[in-house]
């Protein structure tokens, strides 16, 4: 697992775990953290200067890459690996007429594709961070998306996928410096509070909860 290489777009507080027991997060980027430990192989546990914070690993992640994908597409500067040999993909008519006319965009965002006959292409290319095992599927995932809304919304939700195939997954256990790591990269992203589909990174429980909830006021 590798964290260093390197939507809704908004900024809303992320939503409590319960209206009265947790409280919501300012809007301004998220503070530093120190690592305590990992529950259940899906949140990480760390410490901020106001309060204890619970950060879905998944979800982090996805934010992360997904501001890494959109930085380095728009300075044409994302790493692709090839394939040791080309992979064979069957396509519907339609995904077909969308690999030979959306080349370009395939390629900038790290695939890179061929036409095949009339129902199929070849698979040279694909972003570095992509586990090879799951290329296919991410492939006709991102086609099923060409075929939907508006060409302007294209490249967010390719990225969006793709950050979402990248990330690390809600059952992977991870070191303290693996935690570490993501925590300062997450701390970096512009939007840190949610992913790149809008469901929260992070949630905050304030010291006043805590001390409530041990009886201490």
Not at 108 to 128: D, H, M, N, Q
């Amino acid at each position: 697992l590798e964290f260093r290489e390197g939507a809704r777009p908004d900024a809303n507080p992320v939503a409590p775990l319960h209206q009265a027991e947790a409280a919501e997060l300012p809007p301004e980027k998220l503070p530093i953290m120190r690592v305590i430990g990992q529950f259940r192989n899906a949140y990480i546990i760390a410490e901020g200067p106001d309060g204890l914070y619970l950060v879905d690993q998944h979800a982090a992640h996805e934010r992360v890459l997904f501001e890494r994908i959109t930085k380095a597409r728009e300075s044409q500067a994302i790493q692709q690996q090839g394939l040791l040999e080309p992979l064979s993909i069957e396509l519907n008519a339609y995904q077909s007429e969308l690999v030979s006319a959306e080349s370009e965009l395939l390629s900038e965002s790290g695939f890179t594709l061929e036409p095949f006959g009339e129902r199929a292409c070849l698979l040279r290319t694909v972003p570095a961070f992509l586990d090879q095992k799951q290329i296919k599927p991410v492939i006709l995932e991102i086609l099923d998306l060409l075929e939907q809304g508006q060409r302007s919304q294209w490249r967010e939700r390719i990225a969006a996928s793709l950050a979402c195939h990248g990330a690390v997954r809600a059952s992977q256990p991870l070191s303290q410096e693996e935690m570490a790591d993501l925590l300062r990269q997450l701390e970096e992203t512009t939007l840190s509070k949610t992913c790149p589909h809008g469901r929260p990174t992070v949630v905050r429980l304030d010291m006043a909860y805590l001390e409530k909830g041990f009886g201490r006021h």
